[in-house]
């Protein structure tokens, strides 16, 4: 009873939102396994990012710019503004799990209220990449939505290569492997943590412009919470500071959730006669995290454990 | 019955052996050390004995009882205390409150006196290592060696059966070495049916205290005997070859 | 010539103030707050109090959990919620007294704590901060999702007060002093378990979870009773607060319930059990009353403020203020005579060595 075209959505779509989902968790991940840093912001950054493009690409406030160097200015922008702001929030706490949390939340609240003040609380349009509507595998996507998940997958194995062969990127793997040697072996971890949170900031920004541009194509100053979940969920699944583990975690996030929106929530539905909830999504989402966690403590890909009975 | 007997026991991490079909036992009243180069899995032995890592194949015996596979606080209420290569201190409490941690267990609860508290009880074990100065000081203050002296008057708050000491001598100076050896010598005689056993680098210390020496290397045991017989052995030389005495 | 002024008003601070015995400076500050109703003040005035009391045993309670054993939680607001809403479904549904919904609600609270704790015992660190936020997103999506049973979105309204018997003004006075009251005995029970041989265990566990197993600790069974006790304390501040504004709903289980508790408590200081409840009602009266009554600054703006003072306090004071007010006093008493000092078991052995 289950229809063909059923499960090409969910896979089609599972792909989609998996590899956007990636990079959207990759910032999230990088700069945790270089400073040990849960970024509480991410999703902030995420959100500045969107608000840029928006300034950028639209006739809003007299300026409109094309789409791509909008984008570009977008990301480093952003860059800039996490490094800093890391710099001067972060760093000196860095090592105190808990008051990073403090800072990185407060940090997030007065950015999301910067935004009701400068923007207003509702809804503002975020312009798509690209226009129409093509058929993939007969399934109809977005050449929108196409195009974000190109460039996502193209971003995240820009990054990968440049975590794996450049000078820059085998330091942040060592100091993600073991601090005090990278130190002792002369990597300047302060130029690295700006460096990678730079990395991070653009990443979670350009991951926030392909997002809400090919889907709903607006942003809002209260988008940040769902997407700071998001991607714990999949960082937490994957991996903490595992790059490979963002990716199979974005992956697994995302068929789980189109499987639940497509196929089962509408089953729940009919059985429970209740209407289809677009809130229980997240429930599961996490629900699957935890089941995760519960057979793997430490994510798919993270580091294993050293120690127990 | 020996106190401990520890049958072929035998731990992999992935493709690398670290302890091959080990068989010893310590009886009551015994000190015995444990050496070998490093890597030699001395520790992995100490911790597959106390529960903290869970061995492939062997068994491991307490006074008669099959400890295989308890869980660390388990084993560690039966009798047997150990201390780490690494000091392990409770950096935010006080030195006495590192003690009276141990004392909170249920073992250590027994063995307290009815008329002492816990804190007249700690004191007196700070006192057996010499630390009484240090009573209130947190922790994360105190320097390495006073550290060295804590983590054994925190194993002996458990009164233990067995007392597992590992590399107990590591990163001391000469008169605190000196210090050491005397105090393990009196934990022994004012305890004699306790048995004692001491994964050590410097032999030199070692030698004076133990009763017997089992030489491992690669994970195996490949010498067992008297101290001044070891050090006549031909392979144990081998392997130390190079190696400080 | 004015900084000179300031940092000698400091120093006399430091020098008469902070040298009152911590516990007597606390009995001061709890009969301020006793006293405050004479003043008069206004309902809504009182209201925030109330709230910050029940938000103070809130934020305590994670305090036991977090300061004590470690085990970083991100999703307390669940046990808030569920003392919330155990309430609000057993009034709405069964119609059953307050002071029976309330006790089963701190049971219902107690048992949940037990059960999330348990799959947590194998979760560590950052793990353990993330994946706690996952339970309160749960139960929000169950609550909505079930919206039949509990009224979803809209929330459960109309649930009994707890002094109905009372005029209206006499109302607010009463839950102020009910809350104080339960703010007081809570405190005292979290801070003397805190500051416990239980509580000794929990900070081994903290420190060195491998150290503590070798001494014989049984990590699970405190890390269960950490949960448990938080659970309880946590879900009692939801329960309460569910009947002191008549309504039980999504807010209770809301993210940034439990992220302030981490930000009053580490403004606080962590910890130490008054840490939070100062942090909370420093921050609560900063935000609600002198950024909303005294200053009148619109909302954006109050939580731009706010969180900058936030930031600015954790950087400067990352212990925590009430953490720098009882160091200073640790100073002060370090100067004093050596014999004089010092806890009870200094003094012990101090006799003991004399013999």
């Known amino acids: 009873m289950v229809e063909i075209e059923l499960i090409q959505s969910i896979l089609v779509y599972g792909a989609i939102s998996g590899g956007m989902y990636a990079l959207l968790a990759l910032g999230f991940t990088l700069i945790y396994g270089v400073s040990d840093v849960i970024n509480l912001a991410h999703g902030s950054l995420f959100m500045i990012g969107t608000y840029i493009f928006f300034v950028l690409a639209t006739p809003y406030g007299g300026i409109q710019i094309g789409l791509l160097p909008a984008l570009i200015l977008a990301a480093i922008f952003v860059a800039v503004i996490g490094a800093v702001t890391f710099r001067l929030t972060v760093h000196p706490v860095i090592g105190d799990p808990l008051s990073i949390m403090v800072v990185t939340i407060s940090f997030a609240m007065i950015i999301q209220e910067s935004m009701v003040l400068g923007f207003g609380s509702y809804r503002q349009p975020v312009p798509s990449l690209a226009e129409g509507l093509a058929t993939i595998w007969g399934v109809k996507v977005t050449y929108s939505k196409i195009l974000a998940f190109v460039a996502s997958l193209a971003l995240f194995a820009i990054l990968m290569t440049f975590v794996t062969k450049t000078k820059i990127g085998r330091a942040m793997r060592a100091v993600s492997q073991d601090r005090e040697v990278a130190m002792l072996m002369g990597i300047n971890t302060e130029m690295l943590y700006l460096l990678t949170m730079g990395i991070s900031a653009s990443l979670a920004a350009v991951a926030g412009m392909l997002i809400t541009s090919s889907t709903a194509g607006v942003t809002y100053p209260h988008i940040w919470p769902q997407q700071l979940y998001l991607s714990f969920a999949v960082v937490i699944l994957g991996g903490l500071g595992s790059i490979k583990g963002s990716l199979v975690g974005a992956f697994i996030i995302s068929y789980v959730e189109n499987t639940f929106v497509f196929a089962i929530d509408p089953i729940i539905a009919d059985i429970l006669n209740l209407p289809v909830g677009g809130s229980l999504s997240g429930a599961v989402i996490m629900a699957t995290m935890l089941l995760v966690i519960l057979v793997r403590p430490k994510g798919l890909f993270g580091k294993r454990v050293e120690l127990e009975e | 019955m020996h106190l401990l007997e520890v049958e072929k026991l035998t731990k992999r991490f992935g493709g690398l052996t670290a302890v091959n079909n080990v068989s010893f036992h310590v009886d009551e009243g015994e000190i015995v050390g444990i050496i070998g180069p490093n890597g030699s899995g001395k520790t992995t032995l100490f911790h597959l004995i106390s529960g903290f890592l869970k061995s492939d194949s062997g068994t491991i015996k307490f006074k008669g009882e099959n400890i295989t596979g308890l869980a660390p606080h388990k084993i560690a209420n039966k009798g047997i205390a150990r201390t780490f290569q690494v000091v392990r201190p409770f950096r935010h409490l006080p030195v006495i409150a590192n003690v009276m941690v141990a004392l909170k267990s249920p073992r250590g609860a027994k063995k307290i006196e009815w008329i002492k508290t816990f804190e007249r009880k700690a004191i007196d074990m700070l006192e057996d290592v010499g630390l009484t100065e240090l009573m209130l000081e947190p922790a994360e203050n105190v320097g390495h060696g006073d550290l060295k002296r804590l983590e054994m008057a925190r194993a002996l708050a458990l009164e233990p059966d067995l007392l597992m000491l590992d590399e107990p001598f590591g990163g001391l100076n000469p008169l605190e070495t000196d210090f050491l050896t005397k105090s393990i010598q009196r934990i022994h005689l004012d305890h004699p049916s306790r048995g004692i056993v001491i994964v050590e680098h410097k032999l030199y210390a070692l030698m004076k205290i133990v009763k017997r020496v089992i030489v491992l290397h690669e994970g195996e045991k490949i010498a067992e005997g008297k101290p001044e017989e070891i050090t006549k052995n031909k392979k144990v030389i081998e392997v130390y070859m190079g190696k400080a005495m | 010539m004015v900084t000179g002024y300031f940092r000698r ?134 609550i909505l999702y079930f919206k039949n049973i509990t009224r979803g979105d809209a929330g459960i309204w109309g649930l009994p007060k707890f002094f109905p018997f009372l005029p209206y003004k006499q109302q607010f006075i009463a839950e102020y002093y009910f809350t104080l009251l339960l703010l007081f005995a809570s405190g005292i029970i979290l801070y003397k378990i805190a500051n416990s041989k239980t509580g000794m265990v929990m900070v081994s566990i903290l420190d060195d979870e491998l150290a503590s197993k070798a001494c014989g600790v049984n990590i699970t069974k405190y890390k269960l009773m950490a949960f448990a006790i938080s659970g309880i304390f946590a879900s009692l501040a939801g329960s309460v607060n569910a009947h002191l504004l008549q309504v039980a709903n999504l807010a209770s289980l809301r993210v940034t319930l439990s992220f302030m508790v981490i930000v009053w408590t580490i403004f606080g200081g962590l910890g130490t059990i008054y840490g939070p409840i100062v942090g909370v009602y420093i921050l609560q009266v900063l935000d609600q009353y002198v950024l909303t009554k005294i200053v009148d600054v619109p909302t954006p703006w109050r939580i731009i403020i706010y969180s900058a003072i936030v930031i600015v306090f954790v950087l400067k004071w990352p212990r925590g203020l009430a953490r720098f007010v009882t160091d200073k006093q640790e100073d002060l008493e370090e100067a004093r005579d050596i014999d004089e000092r010092g806890p009870r078991i200094w003094r012990t052995y101090k006799k003991k060595e004399k013999k």
């Open chain 3, 9 to 142: 008003a400091y120093s006399s601070f430091v020098a008469h103030v902070l040298d009152i015995p911590p516990r007597l400076l606390a009995l001061l500050l709890f009969l301020l707050l006793l006293s405050f109703p004479i003043v008069n003040p206004p309902s809504s005035t009182l209201l925030i109090l109330t709230t910050a009391s029940l938000l103070a045993i809130f934020a305590a309670s994670w305090d036991l959990l977090v300061g004590r054993t470690g085990q970083i939680s991100l999703g307390h607001a669940l046990f808030f919620g569920i003392g919330t809403y155990a309430t609000g479904l057993l009034s709405y549904h069964l119609n059953w007294p307050i002071w029976v919904t309330i006790p089963l609600s701190v049971l219902v609270g107690f048992l949940a704590a037990v059960l999330i704790g348990f799959p947590c015992l194998r979760v560590k660190g950052h793990y353990l901060a993330l994946v706690t936020m996952a339970f309160p997103i749960i139960l929000i999506g169950l």
